[in-house]
């Protein structure tokens, strides 16, 4: 009974997330805003998917197969969506209104300063 019960209520946390990250992705204007969008709510909605499934099967080979699933999940998806977001740097795709990617010459810059203050 208590069982089905977080069963249930880890679907609808896993159904809740994924539908708000697919509405985010129709609606939101730009591939960094969409990449936020379905890389954030979706991981929570599927690890919650996955963690009712070990729930619902227990620690045999079902339930390791669903822990397994989420470690490669949190694994895959950060570095996929930090791929699409320089991907998309490269090819000049715009961030919007005043946002700017750092200035690659400032940050060796402020690495070398830090460097030289190490050293005194």
């Known amino acids: 009974m208590i069982r089905d019960a977080l069963v249930i209520a880890l679907i609808v946390v896993g159904v809740f997330f994924l539908t708000v990250g697919t ?3 129709l609606r939101l ?3 960094y805003n ?3 969008a379905t890389s954030k709510p979706t991981t929570l909605g599927t690890a919650a998917i996955f963690l009712a499934g070990f729930a619902y099967f227990g ?3 079902e339930g390791l ?3 397994i699933g989420m470690v490669f999940l949190f694994l895959t998806v950060p570095t996929g969506a930090h791929m ?3 991907a998309a740097e490269k090819i000049g795709v715009p961030f919007l ?3 700017t990617w750092p200035d ?7 690495r070398d300063d830090d460097a030289e203050r190490s050293d005194d």
């Open 34 to 36: 969409r990449m936020h």
């Open 97 to 99: 209104g005043s946002v």
């Open 84 to 86: 699409i977001a320089r």
């Open 29 to 31: 204007p730009n591939v």
């Open 59 to 61: 620690p045999g080979s």
């Open 104 to 110: 690659e010459s400032a940050l060796i810059e402020d």
């Open 65 to 67: 197969t669903a822990l």
């Open 23 to 25: 509405i985010g992705m």
